[in-house]
């Protein structure tokens, strides 16, 4: 199994453009979600999704749009980059409520 | 805001010497978890202790966890250059839209050959 997969691995963007980022995992988990971590804040949820078709907020969600159309796969979409949004972002799936976090390698964003 | 925080942000130990980190949180959980994370990486799951446990062993980690203090160490026995990262405690509360897990700020734990 590939486990959780990211892509791109690095990002440049301009403020204002809009980009996808992506994440598939092959574990069949129904947990999905997506986390930025940023220096000396930790990782913070900004969406996730239960199950194909449902997905609600986190933590910090705004700026921020997610869909769930499938079980793999779980893509973030950034609609308005902002420079505030230059951070890391993890994606990670788990199974069931007592299963640890499956974290993919992440996405490095940078917003100038 | 963050539920976890860990203590001490930064450790700096020699091979062989043992490392404790610690976590404290606010509110009640259902399980916290330890996880490892080395540079320019995602974060690995360590160690989960459910609620009702006390102390959980794993290799060289042991976790306890202290409910009422809402308190939980991370021990890692011998330490090894490798053992060089950042350590992050996550707690879990069980909700009616799932479980949701919240990370502390981490430890960054370096130890010196």
């Known amino acids: 199994n590939a486990g959780v997969t990211q892509t791109p691995k690095f990002q440049v963007l301009k403020t204002g453009q809009s980009m996808t980022l992506q994440c598939a995992q092959d574990?069949?988990?129904?947990?999905m979600s997506w986390y930025r971590q940023d220096p000396g804040m930790g990782l913070r949820l900004i969406h996730y999704?239960?199950?194909?078709?449902?997905?609600d907020q986190g933590e910090v969600p705004n700026g921020y749009n997610v869909s769930r159309s499938t079980t793999e796969d779980f893509p973030l979409r950034l609609l308005s980059a902002a420079p505030s949004q230059t951070s890391v972002y993890f994606c990670?799936?788990?199974?069931?409520?007592?299963?640890?976090?499956?974290f993919g390698n992440g996405t490095r964003l940078t917003v100038t | 805001s963050q539920q976890g925080e860990e203590d001490p942000q930064a450790l700096s130990i020699q091979e062989g010497e043992n490392a404790t980190m610690n976590c404290s949180y606010k509110?009640?959980?259902?399980?916290l978890q330890w996880y490892r994370q080395n540079s320019g990486r995602g974060l690995v799951h360590l160690i989960l202790?459910?609620?009702?446990?006390r102390e959980k062993h794993s290799g060289r980690l042991r976790v306890t966890l202290d409910t009422s203090k809402k308190s939980s160490s991370l021990l890692i026995t011998a330490s090894r250059a490798a053992d060089t990262a950042s350590y992050f405690c996550?707690?879990?509360?069980?909700?009616?839209?799932?479980?949701?897990?919240?990370f502390g700020e981490g430890t960054q734990l370096t130890v010196n050959p």
């Open positions: 990670a799936s788990r199974g069931g409520y007592n299963s640890p976090l499956h």
């Open positions: 574990m069949n988990h129904e947990y």
């Open positions: 999704s239960v199950g194909a078709g449902i997905t």
């Open positions: 509110t009640s959980i259902n399980n």
């Open positions: 202790i459910r609620s009702n446990e």
């Open positions: 996550a707690t879990v509360l069980w909700g009616t839209s799932g479980s949701r897990l919240t």
